[in-house]
């Protein structure tokens, strides 16, 4: 069983930075993607930043910039430095990984997400 477990969220001023983590574990035989998504109350869960395996990395224009996501393959971890935080950045962060298990089967799992509020 596989499962991807989040930290780093919290309170922060304007301005202020954060990073989140999310380390998978579990039964697994590679991780082809990694990503970060978010969701504000009222909205769309939506895509914050991704990085594949090879390292590529795509971004939402809304964190463009201010947001660098990093992945550490020994550890299975992902890592999203959030930095020059807006109050608009305020929703629950999730991780995603799409994961093939040892029985070298992909699925896509998600973590329990972590609330990150940004203060005006």
């Known amino acids: 069983q596989v499962q991807l477990v989040e930290s780093g969220g919290g309170l922060v001023q304007a301005g202020g930075s954060l990073r989140l983590s999310c380390a998978a574990s579990?039964?697994?035989?590679?991780?082809?993607?990694m990503g970060w998504y978010r969701q504000a109350p009222g909205n769309e869960r939506e895509l914050a930043a991704r990085?594949?395996?090879?390292?590529?990395?795509k971004y939402a224009d809304s964190v463009k910039g201010r947001f660098t996501i990093s992945r550490d393959n020994a550890k299975n971890t992902v890592y999203l430095q959030m930095n020059s935080l807006k109050p608009e950045d305020t929703a629950v962060y999730y991780c995603?990984?799409?994961?093939?298990?040892?029985?070298?089967?992909?699925?896509?799992?998600w973590g329990q997400g972590t609330q990150v509020t940004v203060s005006s």
């Open positions: 995603s990984a799409i994961i093939a298990t040892m029985t070298r089967r992909f699925s896509e799992y």
């Open positions: 579990g039964s697994i035989f590679s991780i082809p993607a």
């Open positions: 990085i594949t395996e090879g390292n590529p990395t």
